[in-house]
């Protein structure tokens, strides 16, 4: 598999071979599936909480006498039938949703995404961004050049257009693209199933040492 590589013009300046085991990978929906779930359920954090009838303030005293009132018997105020009562089987910021990841699974699951990416010509490699100043007017212009690359409208997309994979950490890059709703920049190490699945292009900067990360992960044993 041959891939081309362009610069920040949007011309290309050269190509390279992709490795069979990181975009030549068999789609397996299930283990996607089960890989971006758990990520999600890890990434939840509980913030609902509801108090119990023993947590609520008050129900000291009997509301009025067991018999004689005509009215139905209570024998607290924070029962979970009064107003301002316990809350019955309410959420709790106790739970946790965390779910295991085998870390093979995860690996395999990257490079699934990413053979599914690249079969449906939605990743873009790209030699360098070379920004040599934190200025989002150049990022805009950087991403109306890529733009023009045959089948990646990433600028017509209001909301998550594009990831931007850089092979190291790069401030100047991160924070000219910051100010950009529709695009996010991470590094390649960091990448994972739930990232590529939220953005529907996948610009990938540094390509032979990006994936050189990727194989390095999917080997692993």
Known sequence: MDAKIYNTEGKETGK???PASVFGVQWNADLVHEVVTAMKANARTPVAHTKGRGEVRG?????????????????????????????????RKEKSYAQKINKKSAARALVMMLSRKWKDGEILFVDDFNMSERKTSQAKKVLSTLS????????????????????????NVKKSFRNIGNVAVEEARNINPADLLSYKY?????????????????SKK
Do not use: Y
């Open 202 to 218: 996948i610009v990938v900067a540094g390509p032979k040492e990006s994936i050189a990360m990727w194989e390095k992960r999917v």
């Open 16 to 18: 390279m071979t992709l």
């Open 59 to 91: 129900g000291g005293k009997k509301p009025w006498k067991q018999k004689g009132t005509g009215r139905a018997r209570h024998g607290s105020s924070r029962s979970p039938i009064w107003i301002g009562g316990g809350i019955t089987h309410g959420p």
């Open 148 to 171: 023009a690359v045959p089948g990646f409208s990433i600028v017509q997309k209001k909301r998550n257009a594009a990831l931007i994979t850089i092979p190291t950490n790069d401030e």
